[in-house]
C-alpha cells in the first residue's frame, strides 16, 4: 500500500522555466510533509517541509503547495536551474509523531537543461 | 548532508557472508535511522535507535538484520547471510532530540552481493 505517491518518474523543464513536481497521498492522517533532494551516488539532502495547518511554505526558490482536501502537495522550482537536476522525494512522517520515521513517494527524476 | 558519516560507501559480498554498515551521526544527535533503497524504488524505513535502545524496528526484515547503536562508536546495521535481494543503498539519518520529523542523512552505503 503506497501511500505517498508520485505519480510522474521524470520531468524536464528548460533552465530558466517553472518546475513542478506533484505528491499525492492517500492517508488524511498525515499532518506534515517533507521534500528531499537527492543526487546519483549521495544520499537525500532535505529541502522543505509543510505542516497541514499551513496551505504554502515559500523559501527561496523553493515553495511548496498543500491541498489538503485533494490530499495534493506540490513542489515549485522557479527558476529552474541546471543545478537542479536530481531525484526529488516528498515523504510524510507516520507512526508516533515527531519521529523521522518516514514514508516515501518513489520519486521523480528532474532534468533541468541548459 | 548535515556531517553523519557512513561507511564503507561500497561494499561487496558473497551469498552467504556478513555485512556490517556503520553510521557516525552528527556530533550531539542522539536518534538515527536506517533506510533502504532497492533499485529504482523510494527510500524504505528499517530501524529507529536511540543510544542502546532500538524504538522501532518494523520495517527490519524478521530474519538475518539487526541494529545497534551502543553507548559508544557509531550505530551498526548488520546482514548476516546475504542474499542477492539485499543488494541496495543503505542511507543512515540522524535527529536532535524533539527536532520534529526532519532528519539528516549520510551518503550511503552500496551493498552489492554477488
Known amino acids: 500500500d503506497q501511500q505517498v505517491k508520485q505519480n510522474s518518474p521524470s520531468l524536464s523543464v528548460q533552465e530558466g522555466r517553472i518546475s513542478i513536481l506533484n505528491c499525492d497521498y492517500t492517508?488524511?492522517?498525515?499532518?506534515?510533509f517533507l521534500w528531499y533532494k537527492k543526487y546519483p551516488a549521495e544520499g537525500p539532502t532535505f529541502l522543505i517541509s509543510i505542516s497541514s495547518i499551513k496551505d504554502k511554505n515559500e523559501d527561496g526558490r523553493f515553495t511548496v503547495f498543500l491541498n489538503k482536501s485533494a490530499k495534493h502537495l506540490s513542489l515549485h522550482i522557479v527558476p529552474s536551474q541546471p543545478g537542479d537536476s536530481a531525484v526529488y522525494f516528498c515523504?510524510?512522517?507516520?507512526?508516533?509523531?515527531?519521529?523521522?520515521?518516514?514514508?516515501f513517494g518513489q520519486g521523480t527524476t528532474l532534468q533541468v537543461k541548459p | 548532508n548535515a556531517g553523519v558519516m557512513q561507511n564503507p560507501r561500497h561494499l561487496v559480498r558473497r551469498r552467504g557472508q556478513e555485512a556490517r554498515l556503520r553510521c557516525s551521526p552528527v556530533k550531539g544527535h542522539s536518534h538515527v535511522y536506517w533506510y533502504r533503497q532497492l533499485p529504482e524504488e523510494g527510500l524504505k524505513f528499517m530501524v529507529y535507535l536511540q543510544k542502546e535502545n532500538i524504538i522501532d524496528e518494523s520495517g527490519m526484515p524478521k530474519e538475518r538484520f539487526s541494529a545497534e547503536f551502543p553507548k559508544e562508536g557509531p550505530s551498526i546495521l548488520r546482514i548476516q547471510q546475504v542474499v542477492r535481494g539485499d543488494s541496495a543503498a543503505y542511507f543512515c539519518?540522524?535527529?536532535?532530540?524533539?527536532?520534529?520529523?526532519?532528519?539528516?542523512f549520510g551518503e550511503g552505503s552500496w551493498l552489492t552481493v554477488v
Open positions: 515523504a510524510a512522517p507516520f507512526g508516533s509523531s515527531n519521529t523521522g520515521k518516514l514514508i
Open positions: 539519518a540522524s535527529s536532535e532530540q524533539d527536532s520534529g520529523n526532519t532528519i539528516y
Open positions: 492517508n488524511s492522517m498525515f499532518d506534515y
